[in-house]
Nanobody, 128 residues
Framework: QVQLLESGGDSVRFGGSLRLSCETSGITENFYCLAWFRQVPGKEREGVVTVDGDGAVRMYAGYAKGRFTASLDTVSKTLYLQMNNLKPDDSAVYYC?????????????????????WGRGTQVTVSS
């Protein structure tokens, strides 16, 4: 059974930084797609970034480019998200997701329904 566990969420001030982690277990496939999504109350879950199982970062959401950096430790299969220059609009619950796929397609950034496995999320709050 695949399990995902996010950590690293916190409350920070405008312009601050955070590093989120997603520990994975039970991923036995050689090919899979991992992603970070985020969600605020009343809105749909939106993709932040997708990462192939070999560590290649596939796609960032527009708002994440230049500020967020994803990486994957392919040995431990731990996914990271370094977030810099945080803004109040970045406040959300951040989720890690996994899908058994050859690699991440563009749809993996826009469709939360593509993923079979989700973590419980970690709260990020950015104050102005």
């Amino acid at each position: 059974q695949v399990q995902l566990l996010e950590s690293g969420g916190d409350s920070v001030r405008f312009g601050g930084s955070l590093r989120l982690s997603c520990e994975t277990s039970g991923i036995t496939e050689n090919f899979y797609c991992l992603a970070w999504f985020r969600q605020v109350p009343g809105k749909e879950r939106e993709g932040v970034v997708t990462v192939d199982g070999d560590g290649a970062v596939r796609m960032y959401a527009g708002y994440a480019k230049g500020r967020f950096t994803a990486s994957l430790d392919t040995v431990s299969k731990t996914l990271y998200l370094q977030m810099n220059n945080l803004k109040p609009d970045d406040s959300a619950v951040y989720y890690c997701a996994a899908d058994a796929a050859t690699f991440c397609w563009p749809k993996h950034l826009t469709r939360a329904s593509e993923y079979d496995y989700w973590g419980r999320g970690t709260q990020v709050t950015v104050s102005s």
